[in-house]
């Protein structure tokens, strides 16, 4: 059961403004986390990227561990607003520390980033899986959830902004000692704080808010109390029972593909802005919002963009597109056809192309986050069970395996480049040009160019509008409740 009619905008506004969180989160974890282990306190590449990455495999069993036991759950707040208020102390603290070592030889920093990383990783999950859950639950209306997933997107996007933003204006901004910002050691505890008092809001401001669809969400059958093994094999069948939907199985796998990707361009964007580029901090200040401010104008008008070309064209566009706007440039300076290092016109052109590449990624983010609720309907229809957090598990594993393997591929390759580490590496005058051009080629053509694979999985998707509303007619006769949907064509 879904709230009945048309969602209100302060129920929509509420659900999307949860999403800022993990943005806010994404965003500091994706650009400046490697940076400021690896360049700022010297950590070999290498060893940052597996710190890192180790979260990967404890959040590939956490994810759907939490999506199964929410699904489950039973309250008189329903099954994801427990959760969401849950994991607000949590996350907020072991954000901070994240970025505060109090240890500094590099075991110290290196076993310091395993645990922190992980567990801020977890305190998100115990948020976040929930969180997309609720939104599928709010609407069954095939347009409607677009544009569910359009606000989400929006704040997601205005999240990660905010942690470009807020780094780069307030907190990594030029001193005497330090030229690049970003390099100054100090100034990452206080940004860590304030992005960490900005997610406790935000989740606050989602949960409490959305508030009155509790009565009107799906509810957990009742069961008897089962130990934690119980809990264990009940997640393991519902991760298998999911990839049994060959729509869902494809679809997760071409989204992988793609964050993983952007992962690796988050990671290596600070190094490619200071040393590939040579911008100075106006410049990166210039810049870094570019992408954000294109997914934000094109979020508006993805909704009406997936009404008119359908889902699995915005999925497949949105992923050609960023990764032909990911390679131009690259391939265009080692051709000679772009402006020099330092021309006036080298950043207004950067701009316009991140700003082109993000308002046409994000139809593929929008349209990935509706068809996985379709998706659940068909599971629903399938196999009689209700189960949004299962399957929007994958949504949050695959945008945290953004930062995971894409720290793992940054970090190896930082180190296979002999990239050089320490503050004392200040401009590209201090780097070898034969690692700054594989630097290039690494962050364009050689990872962009796996959108190939990503794109042909989307190809493999089957469930169209009209079966979509096929499944809703005939879940609503076993519900015994009549259909409003209306079969296209």
Not at 62 to 73: A, F, Q, R, V
Not at 117 to 139: D, F
Not at 164 to 187: K, Y
Not at 476 to 486: D, F, I
Request: one cysteine or more; charged letters at 15%; a neutral charge.
């Amino acid at each position: 059961m879904a709230m009945p009619g048309p969602l209100p905008f302060n129920l929509k506004l509420a659900f999307g403004v949860g999403q800022a969180a993990e943005g806010l989160k994404n965003g500091a974890f994706g650009t400046f986390l490697l940076f400021y282990y690896n360049q700022v306190l010297g950590m070999p590449g290498t060893l940052a990227g597996i710190a890192v990455g180790t979260s990967l495999i404890i959040d590939a069993f956490t994810d759907p561990l939490c999506g199964s036991i929410s699904d489950h759950w039973q309250s008189r707040h329903g099954r994801r607003h427990p959760f969401m208020y849950a994991s607000i102390v949590p996350l907020a603290i072991t954000f901070y520390f994240l970025f505060h070592p109090l240890v500094s030889s590099e075991l110290g920093l290196f076993l310091w980033l395993i645990a922190f990383s992980n567990l801020s990783r977890i305190a998100m999950t115990l948020y976040h899986v929930p969180h997309l859950a609720l939104g599928a639950e709010m609407t069954d209306d095939f347009a409607e959830r677009s544009a569910v997933v359009g606000y989400r997107q929006f704040f997601a996007t205005f999240g990660g902004l905010g942690a470009t933003v807020i780094g780069f204006w307030i907190f990594f901004v030029p001193t005497p000692e330090f030229r690049n910002g970003q390099l100054n050691e100090g100034a990452y505890a206080p940004f860590a704080m304030t992005l960490a008092v900005l997610m406790v809001i935000t989740i606050f401001w989602s949960a409490y808010g959305t508030r009155a669809v509790i009565p009107f969400l799906p509810k957990a059958a009742p069961q008897a109390p089962i130990s934690i093994v119980g809990v264990v094999r009940r997640t393991l069948t519902d991760i298998a029972a999911a990839m049994r939907c060959g729509s869902f199985r494809w679809l997760f796998g071409g989204v992988l593909i793609v964050y993983v990707m952007v992962g690796v361009d988050a990671a290596l964007n600070i190094y490619i802005y200071t040393y590939f580029w040579e911008f100075n901090h106006n410049e990166i200040v210039a810049l870094a919002p570019a992408y954000p401010i294109g997914v934000l104008l094109g979020a508006v008008f993805a909704p009406k963009v997936l009404g008119r070309f359908g889902k699995r064209f915005g999925v497949m566009f949105g992923t050609t597109s960023w990764a032909a706007w990911q390679i131009i440039p690259i391939v265009a300076r080692f051709m000679g056809w772009f402006p020099d290092n330092g021309d006036v016109l080298l950043v207004p052109l950067l701009v316009a192309i991140r700003v082109i590449q993000g308002a046409s990624t994000v139809q593929a983010n929008v349209a990935f986050g509706s068809m996985v609720a379709d998706t659940v309907d068909e599971h629903e229809l399938n196999t009689g069970k209700r189960q949004e957090g299962i399957f929007f598990a994958s949504s949050s594993f695959a945008a945290k395996a953004a930062s995971g393997m894409g720290n793992i591929i940054a970090g190896f390759a930082l180190d296979l480049i002999s990239w050089p580490r320490g503050t004392h590496v200040k401009t590209a005058a201090d780097v070898p040009a034969d690692a700054i051009a594989e630097l290039g080629m690494l962050y364009g053509p050689y990872v962009a160019g796996c959108g190939v694979f990503s794109v042909w999985c989307y190809t493999r998707y089957r469930l169209t509008r009209e079966r979509h509303a096929e499944i809703l007619e005939e879940l609503y006769s076993r519900r015994g409740r009549p259909s409003s949907v209306k079969i296209a064509g």
